[in-house]
């Protein structure tokens, strides 16, 4: 039996759940998420407790267990407080800038970077080198962060790039001059 599966999720207050047509759709304070799933798990609620079972021990069914109930602890985590996650610029005039729906990076191309933001996802600038990505789905906070790490990756010489906060970067030496 998964171990991730067979744990209960506990719902708060405030939050509904439904699970119609194989859709389970989670509504809280923050918003309402909606995610697919399949036929080879079911959903039990008692009160404020949800456990999640599977139809039989089949190997796809086995799979699916602990997925679809980390999935919605996901989603009940996202809708009562939102997922952040920080990104760092690092580099000489490497910076970036909020214009409306647009996050404007200068990451030393010839070119300014425009990346439009998603809906759903609120960036916020602490400073011209810090940047805060807030949403409900944690996979779109995720995608976005990874969108936005990929337009400059860190690299390994002098760590200039963007990189996740908690990151850290294996840094390289550099060439040494030889004596003969």
Known sequence: MSRIGKKSITVPAGVKLSFDNNIMKVEGPKGKLECPYDKYVGFNVDGSTVTVTRIDDSKTAKSRHGLYRQLLNNMIVGVTS???????????GYKAELKGKVLVLSLGYSTIIEYMIPEGIRIALDGPTKISV???????????????????????????GIKYEKEVIRRKVGKSGVKK
């Open 134 to 160: 807030t949403g409900i789905d944690k996979q779109l906070v995720g995608k976005v962060c990874a969108e936005i790490r990929s337009l400059r990756s860190p690299e390994p010489y002098k760590g200039k």
């Open 82 to 92: 939102e997922y952040t996650t920080n990104l760092l610029v690092n580099g000489v």
